[in-house]
């Protein structure tokens, strides 16, 4: 888990909203920390759980609002699978790719530097200017497909 949210989050939330004339709410402070210390991919009924630890008020509607809000001031990422939606912390973070797992929804990120730089390669070979990308990789993770293989000797 990570630890209290840093305060440069706290910053950037702060700064967005007096940009657009928004209020700091205790409830998004709750929110922001839910999230920052969750260490994984949440979705907003991961979070809702999260935050009602604390803030047993906070309904669904606050919980998307504020998801929304943190997307918009770059604090967030949503990652839409088919019907799910997950959310992932992205203030500072290195730029990652996901193998999604479509049995349990296990998502495991990766770096590779090789994709990168082959993926950089055909877009200059074709005269295409990269301006961002999303790689998903979608399967069953170890524990899955290792379910899988005695379901299927099971079956035999």
């Known amino acids: 888990m990570t630890p209290t949210?840093?305060?440069?989050?706290?910053?950037?939330?702060?700064?967005?909203l007096t940009r657009h004339g928004l209020k700091r709410s205790a409830q998004r402070e709750v929110i922001l920390d839910a999230f920052l210390k969750a260490g994984r991919h949440v979705s907003v009924e991961d979070l809702l759980r999260l935050v009602r630890r604390k803030r047993p008020d906070v309904g669904r509607t606050t919980i998307y609002r504020?998801?929304?809000?943190?997307?918009?001031?770059?604090?967030?990422?949503?990652?839409?699978?088919g019907a799910e939606t997950r959310f992932e912390p992205q203030w500072n973070r290195d730029h990652h790719d996901h193998f999604i797992c479509t049995s349990c929804g296990e998502i495991i990120e990766f770096q590779s530097p090789e994709i990168e730089d082959l993926q950089d390669r055909i877009a200059n070979r074709i005269g295409f200017e990269i301006e961002g990308h999303r790689h998903h990789i979608f399967g069953r993770c170890r524990a899955c497909a290792r379910k899988g293989s005695r379901k299927a000797a099971n079956e035999d």
């Open 5 to 16: 949210p840093a305060p440069e989050e706290r910053r950037v939330l702060s700064t967005y």
């Open 66 to 81: 504020t998801l929304k809000l943190f997307k918009e001031a770059g604090l967030a990422s949503e990652l839409a699978f």
